[in-house]
C-alpha cells in the first residue's frame, strides 16, 4: 500500500520517535506483536548495524594510523 505524501497522516514514527521507541519496547514486552510497527522497526535495527560497523571501522582506522606512527 502506497501513502500519498500530500494527504497522508503522519505516523508516530514521523511525528514523536522517541515516543515511537517507547511504545515499540512496550509492546514488544507485552508480547503484542500484531501492533509493532515493524518496517520502521526492522529499518532502525539495519541501521544501528550500520552504525556500530561504520564506528568500528573508523577505530580500527585510528589504531592503525597510530600503530604506523610508533614504528
Not at 514514527?13 to 519496547?25: G, I, M, N, Q, V
Request: charge should be negative; hydrophobic fraction near 35%.
Amino acid at each position: 500500500m502506497t501513502r500519498s505524501t500530500e494527504t497522508a497522516t503522519p505516523t508516530l514514527y514521523e511525528e514523536d520517535f522517541y515516543l515511537w521507541l517507547k511504545t515499540t519496547a512496550e509492546q514488544l514486552k507485552k508480547g503484542q506483536f500484531a501492533e509493532v510497527d515493524l518496517d520502521n522497526l526492522i529499518e532502525e535495527i539495519e541501521s544501528i548495524g550500520r552504525s556500530e560497523r561504520h564506528a568500528l571501522k573508523s577505530l580500527l582506522t585510528r589504531l592503525l594510523e597510530h600503530l604506523v606512527k610508533l614504528t
